[in-house]
């Protein structure tokens, strides 16, 4: 797999289980540097919503990655979600889904899907066009892995499902399940799988609320790029 050129030196990558805050944190902290901002699980909960729409077996690696190289979708970055298109329709509301994140999960694993769907995300990365904060599971590791600053958060599992759950309307047992469903399959899987960068800086956000965190983060980072 090619990396991209060590010269990116605008980027942040947040990294992180289900439901730790990475969206919330990540868009946040683009806004306040002014950066550009993007939610990788687009790509693969985009993905998933298409191929189910076009009646794809998702146990299929190979009809999985035709639906990636077909140009019915599309993944357009805003500041306040990343929003994803079919056939120029904006489905974003469907994908947002936890049960839509379970079958990301899913096709997540394919080492060819995950092939098609990298120089997409690295593009998101535009020089001179100011930074990038890019959250996902290997932004760091695998999508950008010289970015000058890297972070990981964590949280305790009932606080993401509390979270999660509410936003949603579900229950928090439900919600648990499916999260350390998902958790369970983005860690264990061989390609790309969710894990810390050794240099990433470790954020546990148990204990914090939205505001709380996005200011440490945003210390870390000023700190590191001296901004
Ligand atoms: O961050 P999220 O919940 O929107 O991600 C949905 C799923 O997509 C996640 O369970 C695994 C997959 N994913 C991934 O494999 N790699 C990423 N960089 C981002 C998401």
Excluded at 13 to 18: E, M, N
Excluded at 73 to 83: A, G, I, M, Q
Aim: contains cysteine; proline residues 4%.
């Amino acid at each position: 797999m090619k990396t991209e050129k060590p010269e990116i030196d605008r980027v942040v990558t947040i990294d992180g289980p289900a439901a730790s805050g990475k969206t919330s944190v990540s868009r946040e902290v683009a806004r306040r540097l002014g950066w550009r901002w993007v939610s990788t699980g687009a790509f693969y909960r985009g993905l998933a919503f298409v191929a189910r729409q076009l009646h794809t077996d998702l146990k299929n690696e190979q009809a999985v990655v035709d639906v990636a190289l077909s140009p019915v979708w599309e993944v357009r970055l805003s500041p306040e979600r990343t929003l994803v298109f079919m056939n120029d329709e904006d489905v974003t509301d469907e994908i947002y889904r936890e049960e839509m994140g379970e079958y990301a999960s899913l096709i997540s694993q394919y080492p060819k899907v995950r092939a098609n769907l990298l120089e997409a995300q690295r593009r998101c990365y535009k020089k001179g066009a100011g930074g990038l904060v890019a959250e996902g599971r290997d932004c760091g590791t695998v999508v950008f892995p010289h970015a000058p600053v890297k972070i990981y958060l964590e949280a305790a599992t009932v606080s993401r499902a509390e979270r999660r759950a509410l936003e949603e309307g579900k229950s928090v047992d439900e919600t648990r399940a499916s999260q350390a469903r998902r958790d369970r399959q983005d860690s264990t899987r061989k390609t790309a799988p969710l894990q810390r960068a050794k240099e990433a800086h470790l954020v546990d956000t148990s204990d914090m609320n939205l505001e709380e965190v996005v200011d440490y983060v945003e210390g870390l980072i000023r700190k590191d790029l001296k901004i």
